[in-house]
């Protein structure tokens, strides 16, 4: 089992920048790939972004891309998500999930997924 454990939610004014981290212990964290996924209240959890294995390859939903960042740090095992210049439609709950496939945009594509952490952005 791999786990993971996101941190660095919370509440932000519209604009204001966010670091999300997820810790994973358990298996070799580099033979994943991983995706941060986000879900608002009502609504579906959908693709924020994923990263593959190496971290040379990266792909963004079309609402965060240009804002948001994803990174990993194999070494630390480690994935991290750079939001920046937030609004309020990013709220949601963040959720970072890992797949031992390629880095794929579908939720039902990934084997193991954190608790989620809260990102709030007030206007």
């Known amino acids: 089992q791999l786990q993971l454990v996101e941190s660095g939610g919370g509440t932000v004014q519209s604009g204001e920048s966010l670091t999300l981290s997820c810790a994973t212990s358990?298996?070799?964290?580099?033979?994943?790939?991983m995706g941060w996924f986000r879900q608002a209240p009502g609504k579906e959890r959908n693709i924020v972004g994923c990263?593959?294995?190496?971290?040379?390859?990266?792909y963004y939903a079309d609402s965060v891309k240009g804002r948001f960042t994803i990174s990993r740090d194999n070494a630390k095992s480690t994935l991290n998500l750079q939001m920046n210049t937030l609004k309020p439609e990013d709220t949601a709950i963040y959720y970072c999930?890992?797949?031992?496939?390629?880095?794929?945009?579908?939720?039902?594509?990934?084997?193991?997924w954190g608790q989620g952490t809260q990102v709030t952005v007030s206007s």
């Open positions: 999930a890992a797949t031992s496939g390629d880095c794929y945009t579908g939720r039902s594509e990934y084997d193991y």
């Open positions: 358990g298996r070799t964290f580099s033979s994943y790939a």
């Open positions: 990263i593959s294995r190496s971290g040379r390859s990266t």
